[in-house]
């Protein structure tokens, strides 16, 4: 079972973040147990628009809490943070429900979702389907479901990265369209309650 332990933050030094996270911060998460490491801004996102989310990718529980443990106590990690004025706002665990393609793409989408917990069986039916109709439009898809994310009104997240944002709305709305894909959305009593667009930084 992997998961992704999420770390929303402000940073007002974006550029000297960017560089560190890129040279030093990547390789101790790595290090420390993390098996991909990505740091996006949000883009759109409502009042979270300017944030940035450092994403590590782990294979369980134990391995989030070494990953977290190990930024803080990397010297070069704890000086960047406060050299560059980085304020945490918050941090989620989500639990990898269904996943499809890549993780490859210059931008990526996070449609906020709440609904009824389905069996990993059929989340990955349903995703397959999604992902079907996507077409080139996406690189990969996947489906998260808060494990530890505090108190939130949507517990879901469906994940998509692209490399073509026009491209992206348009099979979107298309798959959004389709018969099948609503009927998933009926089953599992399932409601959009946003959306955020980020761009990847690292």
Excluded: C
Aim: no cysteine.
């Amino acid at each position: 079972m992997s998961f992704t332990m999420g770390v929303m933050m402000q940073v007002p030094d974006l550029a000297t973040f960017t560089q560190v996270s890129e040279n030093s911060g990547k390789e101790a998460a790595l290090n420390a147990g993390a098996t991909d490491v990505r740091i996006n801004q949000v883009v759109m996102g409502g009042d979270r628009a300017g944030m940035v989310g450092a994403m590590f990718e782990v294979p369980g529980i134990n391995a989030a809490m070494e990953v977290n443990a190990a930024m803080y106590a990397n010297n070069d990690i704890v000086n960047m943070m406060r050299d560059t004025g980085v304020q945490v706002q918050s941090r989620t665990l989500m639990r990898h429900a269904a996943h499809k393609g890549t993780t490859d793409g210059q931008y990526s989408s996070y449609l906020m979702m709440s609904g009824d917990q389905l069996p990993d069986e059929t989340a990955n039916s349903n995703l397959e389907h999604g992902f079907g109709l996507m077409g080139a439009a996406v690189n990969g898809m996947r489906l998260v479901q808060a494990w530890a994310a505090g108190a939130t009104p949507a517990p879901f997240g469906l994940i998509s990265w692209t490399d073509d944002l026009d491209a992206f709305a348009s099979a979107s709305a298309a798959t959004m369209a389709d018969p099948t894909t609503q009927q998933n959305f009926a089953d599992s009593n399932s409601v959009v309650q946003g959306r955020m667009v980020l761009r990847r930084l690292v």
